[in-house]
């Protein structure tokens, strides 16, 4: 399984941003699917996370500005935000849990980060 992202770069603060990441490869089914950030020297922080079921969860720092959205048909999981800060700096790891067969374990997989920039 490979997890594609897209959508990151530089942007000026209150400017808006959408990130992609797409799985391909073996996949029967996908559970949770999330966005995660990591500035350097500091530990990587969940951003939005959505249930196969549809539910969200945000972290507060990001609630109002955020949202996560994700196609079931296109296998991909979307970040759209909004009046970015300088502080949402970050590189952007999209994780996704997958099944690859009926009688496996859903099992984690992580993009490779795509950089997100926000000037003031």
């Known amino acids: 399984v490979q997890l594609a992202e897209s959508g990151g770069g530089l942007v000026q603060a209150g400017g808006s941003l959408r990130l992609s990441c797409a799985a391909s490869?073996?996949?029967?089914?996908?559970?949770?699917m999330g966005w995660y950030r990591q500035d350097p020297g500091k530990q990587r922080e969940l951003v939005a996370a959505?249930?196969?079921?549809?539910?969200?969860n945000y972290a507060d720092s990001v609630k109002g500005r955020f949202t996560i959205s994700r196609d079931g048909a296109k296998n991909t999981v979307y970040l759209e935000m909004i009046s970015l800060k300088p502080e949402d700096t970050a590189v952007y790891y999209c994780?996704?849990?997958?099944?690859?067969?009926?009688?496996?374990?859903?099992?984690?997989?992580w993009g490779r980060g795509t950089q997100v920039t926000v000037s003031s």
């Open positions: 959505i249930t196969g079921g549809g539910s969200t």
């Open positions: 490869g073996t996949i029967f089914s996908l559970n949770s």
């Open positions: 994780n996704i849990q997958v099944r690859t067969r009926t009688w496996d374990p859903p099992r984690d997989y």
